[in-house]
């Protein structure tokens, strides 16, 4: 598993998202305007709150889209928690990773200009040592 190294802005969301929601951020990765927070298993839904109520005040003090992601230790389910969309099977060999996916799911998975999977790659990157995601 890499180690991430945060700056003061980092420190200063997690601890916002924390303070917020009560929920430990494993880690989190700050983008232009979306935040991913990984949160430990079972607690995302503490984090998004009762109709979302809690996870939209991080937003509002933020001013960025948050994601929030429950880790697993097994790689294939912090996939399936990753993914936003039906995965039809995920390949590991190595440090790669094929994430196969219906072809009408595939712009859910990447995203405008490839941010969605971009920030996969980095989640995966940071917290399993994974090298290269594809999609396919």
Do not use: C, W
Not at 15 to 41: C, G, H, M, Q, W
Not at 119 to 126: C, D, M, T, V
């Amino acid at each position: 598993m890499a180690t991430a190294t945060y700056d003061t802005e980092m420190i200063r969301n997690i601890n916002l998202f924390e303070s917020i929601t009560d929920v430990e951020a494993r880690d989190a990765i700050i983008k232009e305007d979306e935040a991913y927070f990984i949160v430990p298993e079972g607690k995302a839904g503490m984090a998004i709150g009762k109709g979302g109520k809690v996870v939209q005040k991080v937003q509002e003090k933020l001013g960025k889209d948050i994601k929030i992601y429950e880790y697993s230790d097994n790689l294939g389910k912090f996939i399936n928690n990753l993914v936003p969309a039906d995965i039809r099977g995920v390949d590991i060999d190595g440090d790669t990773v094929r994430i196969d996916v219906p072809r009408n799911n595939k712009g859910r998975v990447v995203g405008k200009d490839g941010q969605k999977i971009d920030a996969i790659r980095e989640i995966l990157q940071r917290t399993h040592g994974v090298k290269e995601v594809k999609v396919e």
